[in-house]
């Protein structure tokens, strides 16, 4: 996948520092050994450095001995993440007590060392669930600033380039996000764009964000709130192609858009895509996914102050390798 292959490219000159708090999980140490092997990123993996040579013997990898392994059980660095986290979270309540054990927990210790700077990103999920990867992310972390909400995207890639950037198309938020305000959903259409262009380079992101009527032709008050969201994102994106609010025939199709959109310069070429809701875009893309035949990257979260991902629990090597090589390039971006 010529994509992938930029991303790696990317990635190797500037190597950033990935965390994985799964450190003891087949695939992630697998990827991690892989991603040590080819020079892709630096690696820290969270867990028992015993148990983590072990497993790496046992599964033949030899570039292990290459990673950062810290013990959140054993942590000699714990009172710094101890201080940060109750300096973050004791207003909201967090208990001293509480800090002391929320170190331990790989989940919350991989936030930590991000938002310290000890680490450029973090991916997890290939054992745990989704709510659980995101919350100490959205707790620690948290959204940088100019973004409204965190959400997910997906790079959908088509074998057939009629439509899109050569073939491929973002869409959000599929994994975020349940039901943004119209504040939140011009916020997901500008960060998406910034994603498609400097996570795919997507030279020309041209947004739709997407509902059941085009301009006008259905009222409801599902369908003001997505003109509300175009509008929001025009103000804080001025100079972005955007349109709101347009079908999905209407975003993609240019006969279509010719008759529904007259004089958009988004309809009939959009390709980065806004779904009114993390139900649309979660359905939507699974769809497009099974349907057409096309494949899914990601979801790539995005509107963080630095990149968090989160694995399907159903992950491959390879799924690891490429979401810690796209958080490299996310970890790159959030810096220029
Ligand atoms: C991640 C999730 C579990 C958080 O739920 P929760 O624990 O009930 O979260 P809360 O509402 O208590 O919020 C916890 C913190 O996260 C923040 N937060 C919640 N949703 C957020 C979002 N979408 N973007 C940014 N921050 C968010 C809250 O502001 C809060 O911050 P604070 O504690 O500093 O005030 C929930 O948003 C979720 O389930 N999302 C969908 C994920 C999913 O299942 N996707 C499947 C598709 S792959």
């Known amino acids: 996948m010529a ?3 930029s991303i790696i490219a990317r990635a190797k000159q500037n190597k950033q520092r990935i965390v994985l708090p799964e450190g003891t999980e087949e695939r992630t140490l697998k990827a991690a050994d892989q991603i040590l092997a080819e020079g892709i990123a630096n690696i820290i993996l969270l867990g028992s450095p015993n148990e983590i040579n072990k497993l790496a013997s046992e599964f033949g990898l030899k570039n292990i001995s290459k990673a950062t392994i810290i013990d959140p059980e054993n942590n000699p660095n714990s009172q710094k993440y101890i201080d940060l986290l109750l300096q973050l979270r004791q207003r909201k309540g967090l208990q001293p007590e ?22 450029d ?3 997890a999920g290939a054992k745990n669930y989704t709510g659980n990867v995101l919350r100490p992310a959205f707790q620690i972390i948290k959204t940088r600033q100019g973004a409204k909400c965190v959400s997910g995207a997906f790079l959908m890639i088509f074998k057939d380039k009629t439509y899109g950037h050569d073939g ?9 996000t349940p039901v943004p305000t119209a504040e939140e959903l ?9 994603t498609a262009k400097s996570i795919f380079g997507f030279d020309d992101p041209k947004v739709a964000i997407m509902s059941f009527s085009t301009k006008g032709s259905a009222k409801h008050e599902t369908v003001d709130k997505v003109i509300e969201a175009g509008n929001f994102a025009k103000q804080y994106a001025p100079d972005l192609k955007i349109d709101a ?7 993609l199709v240019p006969s279509v858009a010719k008759s529904k959109a007259p004089g958009s310069e988004v309809a009939g070429q959009a390709n980065v895509l806004v779904f009114p809701s993390l139900e649309a875009g ?5 769809l497009v996914q099974r349907l057409a035949g096309a494949e899914a990257l990601g979801p790539i979260l995005q ?5 968090v991902n989160d694995l399907s629990r159903g992950c491959s090597v390879e799924d690891v390798v490429k979401m810690i090589a796209i958080t490299a390039n996310q970890a790159i971006a959030a810096k220029q």
């Open 282 to 286: 979660n359905i939507g893309y699974k």
């Open 121 to 123: 990103g973090e991916v």
């Open 186 to 194: 011009g916020s997901i259409a500008v960060v998406s764009a910034g």
């Open 3 to 5: 994509i992938l292959d």
């Open 168 to 176: 491929m198309l973002l869409f959000a938020d599929c994994a975020a």
């Open 98 to 119: 509480q800090a002391v054990e929320l170190v331990k927990d790989p989940l919350y210790l991989a936030c930590l060392l991000v938002k310290a700077g000890d680490a």
């Open 303 to 307: 509107g963080l102050a630095a990149p």
């Open 245 to 251: 609010e347009l079908q999905a025939d209407a975003a």
